[in-house]
């Protein structure tokens, strides 16, 4: 018997393959409304009633995919993290070592902020959820932010390596300037939507790249992001 003589396998075990990929699509969805809605209400602020009424599916569905209120807000912020990577930390790396690419990090850090400043930040809006409380959500929301900020401190030193920068400059506290300016923006935008916030960030940027870096550091100028938020003027 030829191989095309062969009688054809039967469909049945596809079918489970099938369903487990449906059930991955449809879980995909769920997570997509809920950071939708995080991103507007907080992670404090899912909850399963309410994600079943945004997606037209049941409330016993909608639990079935997690199991849990707590799972769903981990899965949240696992999602928010996967895609801050993808626009933020991946396209950097296609820049060179050192100053170039810490630019470039920041760069796409102040894009992603420009537009989160309208829609809402995760990482910021956590923090003042669970800034006094115990727990795996907690736990996951920290160890992204701790992710994102030592990412940002190897190319701090790199910078160095390079000779980008001061060969006796304090990577922490350089790091810890950077992430003010970006927490003074949200504050400033956001909240007080004083005109100007994302020109000042950039200006405090350039600031501490003055400050610490060396004589014979690349001279390219940050980038401007291509959008500003609603109620800020440039």
Request: hydrophobic fraction near 40%; charge should be neutral; include cysteine.
């Amino acid at each position: 018997m030829s191989v095309t003589e062969l009688p054809l396998k039967p469909d049945r075990p596809e079918r489970p393959a099938r369903a487990l990929q449906k059930g991955q699509q449809t879980k995909a969805t769920i997570v997509d409304a809920a950071l939708g809605l995080a991103t507007q209400i907080g992670l404090e602020g899912l909850s399963i009633g309410a994600l079943a009424e945004v997606t037209q599916m049941s409330k016993s569905g909608v639990f079935a995919h997690f199991g849990s209120r707590e799972e769903l807000q981990i899965s949240v912020i696992r999602e928010y993290h996967t895609r801050f990577e993808e626009e933020v930390f991946y396209p950097a790396m296609q820049e060179g070592r050192g100053l170039p690419r810490l630019r470039a990090l920041f760069a796409n850090w102040m894009k992603r902020t420009s537009i989160e400043i309208d829609s809402g930040c995760i990482y910021i809006s956590g923090a003042v959820e669970f800034d006094d409380r115990t727990g795996p959500v907690r736990d996951a929301l920290v160890g992204s932010v701790k992710t994102w900020l030592a990412a940002m401190r190897r190319a701090v030193v790199s910078a160095k390596e390079e000779g980008h920068l001061l060969a006796d400059a304090d990577e922490d506290q350089l790091l810890f300037e950077i992430h003010g300016l970006i927490l003074a923006l949200h504050y400033e935008a956001r909240f007080l939507r004083n005109p100007g916030s994302i020109a000042r960030a950039n200006t405090g940027f350039d600031n501490i790249l003055r400050l610490y870096g060396a004589k014979d550091a690349p001279s390219t100028r940050l980038p401007k992001p291509n959008r500003i938020p609603k109620g800020t003027k440039e």
